[in-house]
């Protein structure tokens, strides 16, 4: 009888490895499907309120703004960079995030403009805008409101931009750079 009871745990133990084999397969083969769902806003962006536009007439309204002193300082970089970060908020319930959104700026902070801004310091002064950017789900998806929310956080870069040319520019020239999301606004910038 001891006998029987081992075979039969064996069994089960196979089972149970088999089926979790195949949930782990299943998943692996819908994962872009499970993260789409899970990200998706559910709301159409017709009827989503968001989050309350930036004043880039304040610095906290910019990731990156350097101090403007009244005269360009001598051997001082002659060109300036604005750069349009990439996506750092994933989304979940809204189709654009607020600049203020915590996880999404402790990444920025901490990963994207070390690594991707920082390099061009040596290049001239930096000026990167906090935008209401499109999350993630909105690369995810071929919905018109996914367009949509790209399309307004364009809105805001070309703000910023505008902003940036008028008040800190001083006609200096400039380089225009985006990495993902932003590589696109920087392109539309350009056109």
Do not use: C
Not at 45 to 61: H, I, N, Q, V
Not at 132 to 154: I, N, V
Not at 164 to 184: K, T
């Amino acid at each position: 009888m001891a006998e029987r009871f081992k075979g039969f745990k064996r069994w089960i133990f196979a089972g149970a490895v088999l089926l979790t084999g195949l949930l782990v397969a299943a998943a692996f083969v819908w994962r872009y499907d499970i993260l789409s769902n899970a990200l998706d806003p559910k709301v159409p962006f017709l009827a989503y309120k968001p989050p309350p536009a930036p004043d880039y007439a304040r610095p906290a309204a910019w990731a990156l703004l350097p101090r403007l002193p009244a005269r360009p300082a001598p051997g001082e970089p002659p060109v300036d960079v604005f750069f349009v970060h990439p996506t750092t908020f994933d989304g979940g319930q809204d189709w654009n995030g607020a600049i203020d959104q915590p996880k999404a700026q402790r990444f920025l902070s901490r990963v994207v403009l070390p690594n991707y801004a920082g390099p061009f310091y040596r290049v001239g002064r930096v000026f990167a805008p906090r935008y209401r950017q499109a999350s993630l789900y909105t690369y995810l998806t071929l919905r018109d409101d996914a367009r949509e929310a790209r399309r307004f956080a364009y809105g805001d870069v070309r703000t910023a931009f505008r902003l940036y040319l008028s008040q800190y520019n001083r006609g200096r020239p400039f380089i225009l750079v985006g990495v993902e999301q932003g590589g696109s606004m920087a392109a539309r910038l350009l056109r």
